[in-house]
């Protein structure tokens, strides 16, 4: 069974920083392409990051290009992702998920999930 816990999320002022570790149980993590979504309040979850099993491949969100960076450690079946220049826009709960073909940025591409970690953007 794939389990995948996120951590790392919390209260940041505009212009700050986090960085989000999604830390997955179950066997070959190193196989799954590994994405990062978010759902902001009141609207729908949508597409942020997502990372190829070697780490040669991201690909990004237009709204996070340059400010974020996803990464992972497939030594520590773990995958982060790198928050910078931090904006009230970015306020949201963040999810990991297992990818299951390409480098997907829609829903349907991944098929485990964590629970998520809030991210609060605020003065």
């Known amino acids: 069974q794939v389990q995948l816990v996120e951590s790392g999320g919390g209260l940041v002022q505009p212009g700050g920083s986090l960085r989000l570790s999604c830390a997955a149980s179950?066997?070959?993590?190193?196989?799954?392409?590994m994405g990062w979504f978010r759902r902001a309040p009141g609207k729908e979850r949508e597409f942020v990051a997502t990372?190829?099993?070697?780490?040669?491949?991201?690909s990004y969100a237009n709204s996070v290009k340059g400010r974020f960076t996803i990464s992972r450690d497939n030594a520590k079946n773990t995958v982060y992702l790198q928050m910078n220049s931090l904006n009230t826009e970015d306020t949201a709960v963040y999810y990991c998920?297992?990818?299951?073909?390409?480098?997907?940025?829609?829903?349907?591409?991944?098929?485990?999930w964590g629970q998520g970690t809030q991210v609060t953007v605020s003065s």
């Open positions: 990372i190829n099993r070697s780490s040669t491949s991201k």
């Open positions: 179950g066997p070959t993590f190193s196989s799954y392409i």
């Open positions: 998920a297992r990818g299951t073909r390409g480098l997907g940025t829609t829903s349907s591409d991944y098929d485990y």
